[in-house]
């Protein structure tokens, strides 16, 4: 079969591999489409770890992938949830279960998480092999599109929901690539009422305003706290973090009212300094996520009774032979890419 995998920095090739067999406990899927995250983008450029995963056993070459829907068209002995023809998206964490986070339920947290697609061969393929309790059935009314959303939208969604949001609040979201914007998508449906974007791109801008911005500041200005603070009175409720650099996160602090919070989402590739002085001052509080646990459900939800409109995202889809040069490099000299989507089966 077809899969991308990753090799080296800047080296991912689309090549013929064995097709996968599925043992005890596990499901054979057809990916129908699969999404290019963030993350993957920061493997590309920057490598992944060549050392195996203590969990998968498995190092690289890799097949690269974990944003992903399909169809099921194989199972092992023991499942019992999941049926030959079900249509799906895929939970892409994998876990111990036997940690002290694992044993409290906390599993994207383990001490050795990893993910399919990083830790272990995953969606840039016509076929992947995943484990039942990964597994999450969507139903007819959601697109294999949107299926293949359901994981970037359940690390906004879960951000939101951790965070000190409620409804009438008002929000900052820095950084409108694609966590940000479905992080727009989800305050809005939260019932923020004042949702403000930071971005350095004209293109996402006008995106974000297309989705539900009500006001927008271009990242280049050196008064962006100032203006926040003037059109919300005061400061936002809570500050998304969604670029992942200094400058964002500084902004970020800046922007909140007394009491307010700033949730970061974003990976940040370096440290980040931070004013604590200006969180004491405020009495304001900073946290983080990592990833989701217990969402998926909640997200396909969401989804499919058109609360969560994730497919305005998308601006790009493409076959997987195209992937390193209408994919990777794409978003990486195009900035008014959002979510490209990446089609690995032949029709």
């Known amino acids: 079969m077809r899969a991308a995998v990753w090799h080296d920095t800047k080296d991912i090739r689309v090549e013929q591999v064995q097709e996968p067999q599925v043992s005890s406990g596990q499901i054979k899927v057809k990916v129908e489409w699969a999404g290019i995250c963030g993350s993957d983008l920061h493997i590309y450029l920057h490598g992944l770890s060549m050392e195996a995963h203590p969990l998968t056993g498995q190092k690289p070459p890799l097949t690269m992938g974990h944003e992903f829907s399909g169809t099921i068209v194989e199972i092992g002995e023991g499942v019992t949830r999941h049926r030959i023809g079900e249509r799906v998206s895929i939970e892409p964490l994998i ?8 044993k409290r339920g906390y599993y994207n947290q383990c001490s050795k998480v990893g993910f399919v697609g990083i830790n272990r061969d995953g969606g840039f393929a016509e076929y992947v092999i995943v484990d039942e309790n990964m597994v999450h059935r969507i139903p007819d009314q959601v697109s294999f599109e949107e299926g293949a959303l359901v994981e970037p939208t359940a690390v906004s969604l879960y951000a939101v929901r951790e965070s000190k949001l409620k409804p009438g609040d008002s929000v900052a979201i820095f950084g409108a690539g694609p966590i940000g914007l479905l992080t727009l998508l989800s305050v809005k449906a939260a019932g923020a009422t004042q949702i403000i974007v930071i971005d350095l ?6 995106k974000a305003k297309e989705l ?20 919300t009175n005061g400061g936002v409720s809570v500050a998304y973090e969604c670029a992942g650099v200094q400058p964002t996160m500084t902004n970020a602090v800046a922007s909140v009212k007394q009491g307010g919070q ?21 009495a304001a509080d900073i946290t983080s996520t990592l990833a989701y646990r217990h969402i998926f459900p909640e ?17 790009k889809k493409i076959d997987l032979d195209d992937i390193v040069q209408e994919g990777f490099n794409e978003l990486l000299n195009d900035i008014k890419q959002a979510k490209i989507l990446v089609r690995p089966s032949i029709q």
């Open 262 to 282: 700033v949730m970061a989402i974003a990976n940040f590739a370096k440290p980040v300094s931070i004013d604590m002085g200006q969180l004491m001052f405020k």
């Open 212 to 231: 539900g911005a009500t006001s927008v500041i271009e990242g280049q200005r050196d008064d962006i706290a100032a203006t926040i603070h003037q059109l």
């Open 299 to 315: 997200v396909i939800e969401l989804i499919a009774t058109g609360r969560l409109d994730v497919k305005q995202v998308i601006t």
């Open 95 to 102: 876990y111990c279960g036997e940690c002290y986070a694992c």
């Open 201 to 206: 791109s004209e293109e996402r801008l006008k």
